[in-house]
């Protein structure tokens, strides 16, 4: 069908606008490798007219070819997208439930290889690793952290978190079952506080797409809190399919209270262990 030439330049026409976001996200996707294609929309639109105010440009197809000439400008556009909000303890009812429920399962194997993804800037790695190393589980166990984005990343390596979040995490901490004084796992320095170095020893930090990359080892149980919200249908299928195939019988599947496996395709092969934590075990 042929398009009206007299439609004004600066309103918005939803279908362009719709076809503007496909082609930058696939120049994305070509050019970086980065594929964003199947995240959900309106959070996608928002952030990338975002974007596109904050460098000047006058319409997605400008932001495109910014993205594509300007590298910078790309960075600065995953930090935008991987939205990296995070917090040690985060939700701490989850942790207590973990300890709960998930830590007596994980006692009975001899060695636990757990998949933290979308682990951000690490303060949910720090925080599986204290409660690992309180319950005398840390020794036998190794965590894999992974992120799509590489500067939370090394982040999450340095695990230096400012001081003034202390407070809130010593908090969360303790309403998440600690029971020890919190700033033993960390020393001060200037305006940060560094986390003990003995609490990563036992985890490797990498790169890992979710929408598009494979397994990459088999796990005893996986956390993936607050990261598929922001996929759409299809692609929560695929990172569902994805854990389903890298967990081991048995093995634990932990979402947090904002995600679901009700209605995907891998519902039957999980039975609950938590309905409000919406953590599972895998039966087939
Ligand atoms: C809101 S943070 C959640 C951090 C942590 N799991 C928590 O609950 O506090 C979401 C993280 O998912 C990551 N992420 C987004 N898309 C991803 C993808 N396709 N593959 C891997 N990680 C992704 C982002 O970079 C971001 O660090």
């Known amino acids: 069908m042929a398009v009206p030439l007299e439609h004004p330049r600066n309103a918005v026409d939803p279908e362009l606008e719709e076809l503007e976001i496909e082609l930058l996200l696939e120049a994305v996707y070509r050019r970086y490798g980065f594929d964003f294609r199947q995240y959900a929309q309106a959070s996608l639109r928002r952030r990338l007219t975002r974007r596109m105010q904050a460098e000047g440009a006058a319409t997605l197809s400008e932001l495109q070819a910014r993205l594509l000439h300007d590298p910078p400008s790309m960075e600065r556009l995953l930090l935008d997208l991987s939205i990296n909000v995070t917090a040690m303890f985060r939700d701490p009812s989850f942790y207590v439930t973990f300890r709960e429920k998930v830590v007596p399962l994980l006692r009975t194997y001899p060695f636990t290889r757990i998949w933290c993804a979308g682990c951000s800037t690490g303060e949910e790695v720090y925080s599986l690793a204290i409660l690992l190393e309180e319950e005398g589980l840390?020794?036998?166990?190794?965590?894999?952290?992974?992120?799509?984005?590489?500067?939370?990343?090394?982040?999450?390596?340095?695990?230096?978190?400012?001081?003034?979040?202390?407070?809130?995490?010593?908090?969360?901490?303790?309403?998440?079952?600690?029971?020890?004084d919190f700033s033993r796992y960390y020393v001060t320095a200037y305006d940060g506080a560094q986390f003990a170095r003995s609490l990563t020893e036992n985890v490797v930090f990498a790169q890992h797409?979710?929408?598009?990359?494979?397994?990459?080892?088999?796990?005893?149980?996986?956390?993936?809190?607050?990261?598929?919200?922001?996929?759409?249908?299809?692609?929560?299928?695929?990172?569902?399919?994805?854990?389903?195939?890298?967990?081991?019988?048995?093995?634990?599947?932990?979402?947090?209270?904002?995600?679901?496996?009700?209605?995907?395709?891998?519902?039957?092969?999980?039975?609950?262990?938590?309905?409000?934590?919406?953590?599972?075990?895998?039966?087939?």
Request: net charge neutral.
């Open 138 to 180: 840390y020794e036998r166990a190794r965590i894999y952290a992974t992120d799509i984005n590489e500067n939370v990343l090394a982040t999450a390596r340095a695990g230096v978190f400012p001081l003034s979040k202390m407070k809130q995490y010593t908090e969360n901490y303790i309403r998440g079952g600690g029971t020890l």
């Open 209 to 284: 797409n979710l929408a598009s990359d494979r397994s990459f080892n088999v796990f005893n149980a996986i956390l993936c809190r607050n990261v598929m919200i922001y996929f759409d249908r299809t692609l929560q299928e695929r990172v569902h399919g994805l854990f389903h195939e890298s967990l081991e019988t048995f093995g634990i599947l932990a979402l947090g209270h904002k995600e679901s496996l009700s209605f995907t395709s891998v519902a039957q092969c999980y039975e609950e262990l938590d309905a409000t934590e919406r953590i599972y075990r895998k039966i087939r």
